[in-house]
């Protein structure tokens, strides 16, 4: 018997406790069990922009007094200032911080030399969480299996990561392929209310209608089926949906999706205590709401995002 996608979803939906202390929501992430922010804290291009080092210091601080947990960064992020300005705050802080980075080389020895130097801008001896760093096409994919996953698993084994996962802005076959394959923890993909993906069809996709050709109905449904974490990001595409939909409506889509949490960059303060705000305060979106608001945005938006995101990689 088929299933349908509103079915599914709705037996996948991600289960909800608020932090006693801050009213953060708070989800599983997974089979890891682990208990993280529904909203996390991006730590790429945004809070690189911050000029100085005391003021993403200050920004990041103040996401976590207020109940985030969850702080996303890179390797990549700003040739590695976000990780040192994360670094800054993890020196006091680590132990109350669920800790993502993403690991870009797919080669097994610089992978090896990029985690190494991770570790040291974090100013601590382990993660929460290693991402394999924006999959592309299938011969990345092929490039990621032959070097960079085999020290992923590794790094799990000797404890210096707790779990591994990886990340995909535009290419959701692939995605789907990779996470039908390997035995990731978590992933994190692009979701957000105009299903961006497929930036190049396969042959079978092309008659697909654009509606069901992004991360939501090809790789999501994967990793929930195999019971991974999933961190939605670009819930905004970056800004370019904003001036779309309504912030709220774009962060209560997402956040509506079987996901732990959204991953938003947050270049000023005022960002920060905002998506805060609607993160404690919004309630989950009914699904004739999220396909009416998909429908809106797919018609003017997903084609030009997905050629936009083709190519895109957040540093």
Avoid: W
Wanted: with cysteine; hydrophobic share 45%.
């Amino acid at each position: 018997m088929q299933i349908s996608r509103r079915d599914f979803f709705a037996a996948a939906a991600v289960a909800t406790q608020l932090d006693a202390k801050t009213g953060m929501p708070m989800r599983v992430l997974g089979k890891t069990g682990v208990r993280v922010s529904a909203l996390a804290f991006g730590c790429g291009s945004r809070f690189v922009s911050y000029k100085t080092d005391e003021d993403a210091v200050a920004a990041l601080n103040r996401a976590l007094d207020q109940g985030v947990t969850y702080v996303d960064t890179s390797a990549s992020y700003g040739n590695g200032v976000s990780e040192t300005r994360v670094g800054m705050v993890m020196k006091t802080r680590r132990k109350q911080v669920f800790l993502a980075t993403k690991v870009p080389p797919r080669g097994a020895d610089e992978a090896m030399r990029s985690i190494e130097a991770s570790l040291k801008r974090l100013q601590t001896d382990h993660v929460d969480l290693l991402h394999i760093h924006g999959l592309m096409d299938e011969k990345d994919l092929a490039a990621a299996e032959a070097g960079v996953l085999k020290v992923l698993y590794r790094m799990r084994d000797q404890k210096v990561t707790r779990f591994i996962g990886i990340t995909c802005h535009a290419y959701p076959a692939v995605l789907k392929t990779a996470l039908e394959r390997h035995d990731f923890d978590a992933t994190q993909m692009a979701l957000n209310a105009a299903r961006i993906g497929a930036a190049r069809l396969r042959p079978q996709e092309e008659a697909l209608e654009p509606l069901t050709r992004g991360f939501e109905n090809v790789a999501l449904p994967v990793a929930l089926r195999k019971k991974m974490g999933v961190i939605a990001m670009k819930v905004f595409a970056q800004e370019k949906l904003v001036p779309k939909a309504p912030v709220e409506k774009l962060v209560q889509y997402s956040l509506s999706l079987p996901v732990t949490a959204i991953v938003i960059g947050m270049p000023k303060v005022e960002h920060i205590d905002e998506n805060i705000r609607l993160v404690k305060t919004l309630k989950k979106m009914q699904p004739d709401e999220m396909r009416s608001l998909s429908h809106k945005l797919i018609a003017t938006e997903k084609a030009s995002l997905d050629r936009y995101f083709a190519h895109h990689v957040d540093a």
